[in-house]
């Protein structure tokens, strides 16, 4: 009698970490797609000119963020948990000063974050506990994937209040509007 009911609570609880992996799975994705979409925003406001520019020496510039967004999601999530090389130039997401264009930085962060989604959506529930060093620090694949969540909103939020400086306007990102 009593290894039916144990059973039944296992299967239970198997059925709770489910969820419950999934939800944070999913809502990870969806957090991702948000910030692609602010943005996104962003970037359709400002010119080339404008993504490079840095008011002062000690700020980054909207497209040295979108670069290393690329980059620390690069080195977290698809190095991290999916196993690809890690080709991250951490230094070089800092000091380039121009090149890329506000269409290369949408096609660069698309790709990125792109690859992000499929290795998380990708990822068995199990892994979510295994311990990965994807930045000389070991963490759990969820702790990763947390990490970059909020490192995205962390410089989307920068990026949106640059793009209000640069353009002097209103971005209109919340929904619904105050009144």
Not at 13 to 32: C, E, H, Q, V
Not at 73 to 99: H, K, N, Y
């Amino acid at each position: 009698m009593s290894s039916g009911r144990w059973g039944e609570s296992a299967r239970t609880l198997r059925l709770m970490n489910d969820d419950t992996a999934s939800l944070f799975l999913n809502f990870s994705i969806r957090k991702l797609d948000l910030m692609e979409g602010y943005l996104n925003a962003c970037l359709d406001r400002l010119t080339d000119e404008q993504v490079w520019h840095r008011g002062g020496a000690q700020n980054n510039t909207v497209a040295n963020l979108v670069i290393h967004l690329c980059g620390n999601t690069r080195q977290w999530i698809l190095f991290g948990v999916g196993g690809q090389p890690d080709v991250r130039d951490r230094p070089l997401e800092f000091s380039a000063a121009g090149g890329v264009t506000v269409a290369e930085l949408k096609a660069l962060f698309a790709a990125t974050v792109a690859e992000a989604r499929g290795v998380i959506a990708a990822l068995p529930h199990e892994r979510l506990t295994e311990r990965i060093v994807p930045q000389g620090t070991e963490v759990a694949v969820l702790e990763a994937i947390y990490q970059v969540v909020g490192h995205v909103q962390q410089h989307v939020g920068q990026i949106i209040l640059l793009t209000k400086q640069l353009t002097a306007s209103d971005l209109d990102l919340t929904q619904p509007r105050p009144r």
